[in-house]
């Protein structure tokens, strides 16, 4: 049996904001799909059998991670879904935090508002 993570393993997201869903499917009909451990708090599950969705927003900042653990017959594997959520900036932090990574001394960042 084979966990496949329909797409990628890390994904980043702004607080607040919704993940991309994360779906584990089971390369078995017969195989049942798990969360092992807590999900993040905001995300929530989906799907039975072999196939299960993750779906939500995450609204504190830090790096989190999503595993899964399926079984079929006594076969048994797990997958881990990395997730990094970053502040929501409003466009102020944005424009000084650009300016701080140009050269300030050549390029005059400016609010205007």
Not at 52 to 65: E, K, W
Not at 74 to 85: D, G, I, N
Request: net charge positive; glycine share 8%.
């Amino acid at each position: 049996m084979l966990i496949k993570i329909l797409n990628n393993l890390t994904q980043s997201v702004i607080s607040g904001k919704p993940i991309t869903n994360i779906t584990f499917k089971a390369s078995q009909d017969n195989a049942t799909l798990v969360v092992d451990g807590a999900l993040p708090a905001g995300l929530t599950q989906t799907g039975s059998g072999n196939q299960l969705i993750i779906s939500g927003s995450i609204n504190a900042v830090g790096t989190y991670t999503v595993k899964v653990k399926g079984t079929a017959l006594s076969a048994m594997q797990e997958k881990t879904k990395h997730l990094q959520v970053y502040p929501a900036l409003s466009v102020e932090q944005y424009l000084t935090q650009v300016g701080a990574q140009l050269n300030t001394a050549q390029y005059n960042v400016e609010l205007i508002t």
